[in-house]
């Protein structure tokens, strides 16, 4: 029977990524790379003479990622991904709760814990302007006390990993949207962190840097398997599936599952997925009569005047009687796929909700009850 670092593994080589360790993670308090026990996180919001109301942005999270994992986060926007992120890196303050990283304290030991990472946010500026790719690499390196010699080889093995070489000499300010995000990725990775916080790190990238991106975290995490860490926010289904080791999936402020990407899929059912593109207005009562067919969810109407069923369907007659069902008068299909439970499925089934669907925030008044 295979094990989820099996999984991992097999995966991995079929896309033609290096084999995976298999080290047995220790998760424990003293030595997981990240270590976050009843985090929450509370701001206050709108002004006194309406009533004092706190935003829940972080409710309770209990998190372990063991040294030598490329662990997701994954949720809709306002789940507290990024909150929870700034607090892991010292630059937010928890409400309640204890967060180690690289087994130091993050509000008593936050200097020990600046000097073992490195962060990066999608979207950040990439540095002074009027520096070059290269004078701003060696800038960076130096705000975390690297040597000279050690400084000028890192920096020309990152020009060449995500391909700056060409623009090594050029101003930052004259730098594409794509090529200042391979900058800001790479500093990044100056003072050669124990441990990486990647905040949405490929947003508004092109495809092709995107893939220099994941490509050299590939290879940046088997140089020294079980030393290096990496814990990634993304939006892409895709990237987290094929980058990471584990994912946690986050709502609302708290932690719904985690698991191996594998592992996550198996949480909802074997059916196949069928996906069936409709005239809106459509009835589709009768295909949630099928026997072995589940309604999933449906998606609002597009401009095209259409909208989508998104269907579970089991084995058997399933797949028959609903492709009878679509044959009713009446029924003008415009697209029908299917395809066997993917990521994004399995996030929709426990979040309810996809990916960019935004949700207002949770408010708590005082005295009690939300808003």
């Known amino acids: 029977m295979n094990t989820d670092m099996d999984l991992l593994q097999d995966r991995r080589l079929s896309e033609g990524g290096p084999a995976a360790p298999r080290p047995t993670l220790d998760l424990s308090r003293e030595r997981a790379a990240v270590w976050v026990k009843g985090l929450t996180r509370t701001f206050e919001a709108g002004k006194r003479k309406d009533g004092k109301r706190t935003v829940t942005a972080v409710a309770g999270i209990d998190l372990a990622i063991g040294r030598g994992e490329l662990f997701g986060i994954l949720g809709p926007n306002g789940a507290g991904k990024t909150t929870t992120m700034k607090i892991l890196t010292t630059l937010l303050y928890p409400t309640t709760g204890e967060v180690r990283v690289a087994g130091y304290d993050v509000v008593l030991k936050a200097r020990d814990v600046r000097r073992r990472i490195g962060l990066v946010s999608g979207g950040d500026n990439a540095g002074y302007g009027i520096l070059t790719v290269r004078e701003s690499?060696?800038?960076?390196?130096?705000?975390?006390?690297?040597?000279?010699?050690?400084?000028?080889?890192?920096?020309?093995?990152?020009?060449?990993?995500?391909?700056?070489?060409?623009?090594?000499?050029?101003?930052?300010?004259?730098?594409?949207?794509?090529?200042?995000?391979?900058?800001?990725?790479?500093?990044?990775?100056?003072?050669?962190?124990?441990?990486?916080?990647?905040?949405?790190?490929?947003?508004?990238?092109?495809?092709?840097?995107?893939?220099?991106?994941?490509?050299?975290?590939?290879?940046?995490?088997?140089?020294?398997?079980?030393?290096?860490?990496?814990?990634?926010?993304?939006?892409?289904?895709?990237?987290?599936?094929?980058?990471?080791?584990?994912?946690?999936?986050?709502?609302?402020?708290k932690i719904l599952a985690t698991d191996t990407p594998q592992g996550l899929r198996q949480i909802v059912s074997a059916d196949r997925r069928v996906e069936v593109e409709l005239d809106a207005g459509t009835p589709i009562d009768a295909l949630s009569r099928i026997a072995g067919v589940r309604v999933l969810r449906v998606t609002p109407p597009t401009e095209r005047g259409t909208f989508a069923v998104h269907l579970g369907v089991g084995e058997g007659r399933g797949m028959r009687a609903v492709l009878d069902s679509l044959m009713v008068e009446g029924r003008a299909v415009h697209n029908l796929s299917t395809h066997d439970p993917s990521l994004e499925d399995v996030f929709v089934a426990i979040v309810g909700r996809g990916l960019d669907e935004t949700v207002a925030p949770r408010i708590e008044v005082e005295g009690g009850g939300t808003a």
């Open 137 to 253: 690499l060696w800038m960076f390196s130096q705000f975390y006390g690297v040597p000279q010699a050690e400084s000028r080889e890192r920096s020309e093995m990152l020009l060449d990993r995500l391909a700056l070489r060409e623009k090594a000499d050029e101003r930052v300010n004259r730098l594409s949207t794509g090529f200042k995000q391979r900058l800001n990725f790479a500093r990044g990775f100056m003072s050669d962190p124990e441990i990486v916080f990647l905040d949405e790190p490929t947003l508004g990238l092109d495809v092709e840097s995107a893939r220099h991106v994941r490509l050299f975290l590939r290879d940046w995490m088997a140089e020294r398997p079980g030393e290096r860490t990496v814990l990634l926010t993304t939006h892409y289904m895709a990237e987290a599936d094929e980058l990471c080791d584990r994912i946690a999936i986050i709502d609302r402020g």
